[in-house]
């Protein structure tokens, strides 16, 4: 024995397989809220569009019915 250390060949990479997967894990979530922010940030947008939208719709038809003489 190489200086009194014991390897167990079966379990001696166990330990670097499991830091690469806690790596791994890590790294698929930062990438998830990466993405989740960048679709919120989407959404927002697409919200505040529509948003104006309708207010443009209730808008006009507050004018059309103005605008109609009784």
Do not use: Y
């Not at 009194?4 to 001696?12: A, I, N, R």
């Not at 959404?43 to 003489?69: D, H, Q, S």
């Amino acid at each position: 024995m190489p200086n009194g250390e014991l390897k167990c060949t079966e379990h001696s990479g166990l330990m670097a397989r499991i830091t690469n997967l806690e790596k791994i894990d890590h790294e698929q979530w930062e990438s998830m809220k990466k993405r989740d922010e960048r679709i919120d940030s989407i959404f927002t947008r697409l919200n505040v569009i529509l948003g104006g939208v309708v207010v443009a719709c209730i808008m006009l038809a507050i004018n059309l019915i103005k605008v109609i003489p009784k």
